[in-house]
């Protein structure tokens, strides 16, 4: 389903930052080096590592085109650097001085966006290496950012936990608080959400924090139409502070890393987990996928930037349920095998299928039945499966108070998948022997209660 390929080890401290082009993958540390790999074989480029920076480099990206590379420093500068040798084409001084966090170019690679410390933001001449624009969030330090898909705005992202939208001209359009104790990454997705309405295109903005969250939201902008943000959808599959997130070229995944050493990937359109992925030793604080092929990367505190490469033949056979298959009562016993798959607890498949868990069984499970009835030893491995049950559990607690209970079953307190209402109940009994489904005996005992 997905592979560790290849692991780099070259840094000598935390990675905290990787970046894909076409051909080439970048990586940076707080060791103050920028390093070059050639994605065909992952060896480092000739003239890497690069060097100028006097104090840890938080950020880099690479130029739509992938001939520049972008990187920032605690030392205050943004460094453009030429991707065919290694050259230094510009130092562009954040005018505050203040530690620059991160930067991102804008799609027609015309400028580039650096966020400070100080909460300073400026928009850079990517041509001319000057300073365009120059503005200021109210509080906190400018930490995250991502440019709108086409051009004409862009989000950043604060550790005091607001999210702010920006147009081309600098000018604030919205702000406000999306996660608590701070904001630490946000992403575009590259393609539009299907189906816009009045024929305006919508695109999905994943931002996550220290919350231990993810949030989906989605924007739309039209200069003559004004602007348009809609909180979407809150992903809670990481336990501890999420540092980074990214989504896949064709917008079909989103990948998370965490404080909690895992790596995430989910399928963006029904929001279910893919892949865990846990080779980690220390918080995961960068991901990133490649732009052509099935490639990701993330990166750590424990100094490596490992390669995953992604199986497409069985891609999609890790999705877990779908509707409406996602009340999780209603799973089968190959559902939960499937479930158990896409949380990295392969291990235990056979267990569970021996022990015939359903998705009924699989929600009462204690600690105590996973110790006794299924013999699983490992401590670390029971907290992990109760876990992963217990966000279950809130997900069907979720989706039962957003069913209207006319859709519930006033005896079972089921969802009825064929609910007939009392007005029509007559009817259905006058003509019962037409009717291709002749209803059993506890239904009509059901209807005669309600009426």
């Known amino acids: ?158 550790s005091c936990g607001d999210l702010t939208v920006w147009d081309d001209k600098m000018r604030c359009l919205h702000s406000e608080k999306a996660h608590d104790l701070g904001i630490t990454c946000c992403d575009f997705s590259s393609q539009p959400v299907p189906g816009g309405e009045r024929g305006l295109q919508f695109f999905q903005l994943a931002s996550c924090g220290q919350d231990c969250q993810i949030k989906i939201w989605v924007i739309s902008f039209i200069h003559i139409l004004g602007f348009e943000l809609k909180y979407k959808s809150t992903l809670t599959g990481h336990c501890a502070p999420v540092l980074a997130c990214a989504f896949s070229h064709d917008g079909q995944m989103l990948v998370s890393g965490s404080v909690d050493k895992s790596v995430i990937v989910y399928d963006t359109n029904t929001e279910n987990i893919l892949h865990t992925l846990t080779q980690h030793t220390r918080y995961v604080t960068t991901c990133a996928f490649a732009p052509n092929i099935l490639l990701l990367a993330t990166g750590s505190m424990d100094k490596t930037v490992n390669i995953w490469q992604f199986d497409t033949e069985t891609l999609c056979q890790a999705k877990i349920p779908d509707q409406p298959k996602q009340f999780t009562e209603n799973w089968s016993e190959d559902d939960v095998s499937n479930w158990l798959c896409a949380e990295g607890l392969e291990d235990l498949v056979d267990i569970f299928k021996m022990n015939n ?67 029509e109940y007559e009817h259905f009994k006058k003509n019962i022997n037409r009717c291709q489904t002749r209803p059993n005996n506890r239904r009509e005992k059901t209807y005669k209660l309600i009426l």
Not at 91 to 96: N, T, Y
Not at 371 to 393: C, N, P, Q
Request: charged share 20%; glycine share 4%.
């Open 357 to 423: 868990i359903d998705g009924r069984e699989l929600l009462n499970l204690t600690k105590e039945s996973l110790a006794d009835d299924l013999k699983i030893e490992s401590l670390g491995l029971r907290s992990k499966v109760l876990r992963k049950i217990e966000e279950l559990r809130t997900k069907v607690k979720t989706l039962s108070s957003e069913i209207p209970d006319e859709f519930i079953c006033p005896i079972t307190r089921e969802l009825m998948k064929d609910p007939i209402i009392a007005s």
């Open 1 to 158: 389903m997905v592979e560790l390929i290849h692991t780099l080890a070259d840094h000598n401290d935390d990675v905290n930052c990787c970046a894909f082009s076409s051909s080439l993958l970048a990586t940076c540390a707080l060791d103050k080096t920028i390093r070059l790999y050639f994605l065909s074989d992952f060896t480092e480029v000739p003239y890497s590592p690069l060097k100028f920076h006097t104090y840890a480099v938080h950020c880099c990206c690479f130029s739509p085109s992938g001939h520049i590379l972008a990187s920032c420093s605690t030392d205050g500068t943004t460094v453009l650097w030429d991707t065919q040798n290694g050259q230094i084409l510009a130092v562009m001084e954040q005018p505050s001085g203040s530690p620059v966090r991160v930067c991102r170019f804008s799609p027609d690679s015309t400028c580039l966006v650096s966020g400070a410390s100080d909460g300073t933001v400026v928009l850079w001449n990517a041509q001319s290496y000057k300073l365009h624009r120059c503005a200021s969030v109210k509080d906190g330090s400018l930490v995250a950012c991502a440019f709108f898909p086409p051009g004409n705005l862009f989000v950043t992202g604060s």
